[in-house]
């Protein structure tokens, strides 16, 4: 495949994944789905260990606001299903490899999606990490399964309320990073020397053990379609994205 939006290696059993959409933020669009879904597949069979980074000032920024202006101002007023996004998530919670995040700059919407569908989490000094979409009255709602299984109901709550960002020693306190330094690449380093002694098997049947012990996601996976086609699908809501992208201002701000 030419994957136009990531930028993929293997060496040995590890497979590195880099968000690689620099003009836009590192934004989520259907094109980096496709790609992912399509390298995860590979790895199914030939990796281990899943590597996912970003850019050095911005691991992934959320939904793509620009081309769902395009859509809106086109016509196109129906809210997509993000189900592949969900299942994107959900592979890489459970399929047969370990994940890994390494998280570097900014954390936002459906970035933390990523972050909190990841086995491991590692990170330096400058990550920070945010839910922005009450801001535009959306709700992280397929976000929100996979953040309450790694850091609590009470914590995403008030991430998702207060949608400003929280620091790295914040987030680690809460257990969404599991271990950070100023030098992440060195920590990094560090997990895999561990890391690439496992078996794939053994690998392979702990995720799926570990799925089935918790099938919170699985539970929730309708739940979460339908109330994030919901706030998308809101004129109100479609209006405020539109003006944001035309003039760079907040719902609440006035004209």
Known sequence: ??????????????????????????????????E????????EEAATVVVLEGLPEVFCFGADFDGIYNELVSGNRTAQSQEPLYDLWLKLATGPFITISHVRGKVNAGGVGFVAASDIVVADETAHFS??????????????????RRIGHQNAHYLTLMTQPITVQQAHTWRLVDAYEANSEVLLRKHLVRLRRLSKSAVQRYKRFSAELNDLLYQSKGLALASNQEVFADPQNQEGIIRYVQTGQFPWESR
């Open 1 to 34: 495949m030419n994957y136009q939006t990531i930028q993929v290696r293997f060496q040995e059993s590890i497979c590195y994944i880099r968000l690689y959409r620099p003009e836009a933020n590192n934004t989520i669009n259907d094109r980096l789905i496709e």
């Open 131 to 148: 839910l922005s979409e009450l801001l535009f009255g959306l709700f992280p709602a397929c976000v929100l399964p996979f953040l309450v």
């Open 36 to 43: 992912m879904h399509h390298v995860l597949a590979l790895c």
